[in-house]
């Protein structure tokens, strides 16, 4: 039986091929939108596919567009385009009946440097006007860590809004890639707002995207700690083959019922 909370990674130009399979398996997607699929698509289009997905009591995620998209931008012109694009993801994710958008941050320390604080205010000055709009909606907003180091940045975003559709989507490998406090610290200091997980594994190298247990990341202290805390996030398994999905499936699908 597959967990009500858990998704699994489809882009969003494959969907109606992988259809089928999913509404057969009764795997939720978390549905990875580009900005092309929002231009090519019809708004009836995206109300037609949720609907599908509600009459099989199926969940729907949805990943907003990320691609030179940044909401911490200083230039006002890329600001605007986001937010343009941001707004698009809301309205599709409604119509959806998606109840969770994950968004990237944008923040890269090797472009912005010492432009930190000039970006962070920002990105504090861009999100409140998401985050009405998606309460109004029924959906929350979860910040993916991708090129982060520590939390910090992304907590002085949440915790600085301080509203309660606005948290944290942890990604495991990204984590593995580029954090430096340990597994355990960095789920401690998100706290409560810990809206969402992404789950796949690496060597430490690459973001290779390899299914749960074919890396080198040690999820104990995952495990543990949504054990300790009684936390229970929805969760994304990011395979980007149906085989990888497989292997995350069966090394996942044991841990999640002993959760239960």
Same mark, same amino acid.
């Given at each position: 039986?597959?967990?009500s ?8 130009r ?20 580009? @900005?092309?699929? !929002?231009?090519l698509?019809? =708004?009836g +289009? ?9 009459a $099989?009591s %199926?969940a729907v995620t ?7 998209l940044n909401p ?5 012109l890329v600001?605007?385009v986001?937010l343009?694009?941001f707004?698009q993801?809301?309205d599709?994710?409604?119509?959806l @009946?998606a109840? !969770?958008?994950?968004?990237h =941050?944008g +923040?890269d320390?090797w472009?912005y440097?010492k432009?930190r604080? $000039?970006? %962070?205010q920002?990105?504090l000055?861009?999100w409140?006007?998401?985050c009405v709009r998606?309460?109004r ?5 979860a910040?993916?860590n991708i090129y982060?180091?520590d939390?910090v940045?992304?907590r002085e975003?949440?915790d600085?809004l301080?509203h309660p ?5 942890f990604?495991?490998g990204?984590?593995a890639?580029f954090?430096?406090p ?6 401690q ?6 809206f969402?997980?992404?789950l796949?594994?690496n060597?430490g190298?690459?973001d290779?995207h390899l ?6 990341i040690d ?11 009684g936390?229970?996030?929805s969760i994304?398994l ?5 085989t990888?999905?497989?292997h995350?499936?069966?090394?996942v699908?044991p ?6």
């Open positions: 039986m597959v967990p909370f858990l998704h699994v990674h489809v882009p969003f494959q969907v109606e091929m992988y259809l089928p399979s999913l509404l057969e398996r009764r795997l939720q997607p978390e549905l990875g939108l580009q @900005a092309i699929d !929002l231009d698509h019809e =708004p +289009y995206f109300t037609n596919l949720g609907a599908r997905f509600q $099989a %199926l949805v990943h907003a567009p990320f691609m030179d911490g931008a200083v230039e006002p600001q605007q986001t343009q694009r707004l993801t809301l599709a994710a409604d119509r @009946a109840r !969770l958008v994950v968004f =941050p +923040y320390s472009r440097g432009q604080r $000039a970006w %962070l920002q990105a000055h861009f409140p006007q998401l998606a309460e909606l029924g959906i929350r907003l910040l993916e982060d180091e939390s940045l992304l975003q949440v600085g301080d559709s606005f948290g944290h989507c990604d495991i990204h984590w890639l954090g430096k340990t597994l355990t610290e960095w789920l200091s998100l706290d409560t707002k810990l969402h997980l992404h796949h594994d060597f190298r690459q290779d299914p749960v247990g074919a890396g080198q999820f104990t202290p995952l495990w543990s700690h949504l054990t300790e805390t936390l229970r996030p994304t990011e395979a980007h083959s149906q990888h999905l497989d995350s499936l069966a090394a699908l841990l999640l019922d002993a959760l239960n």
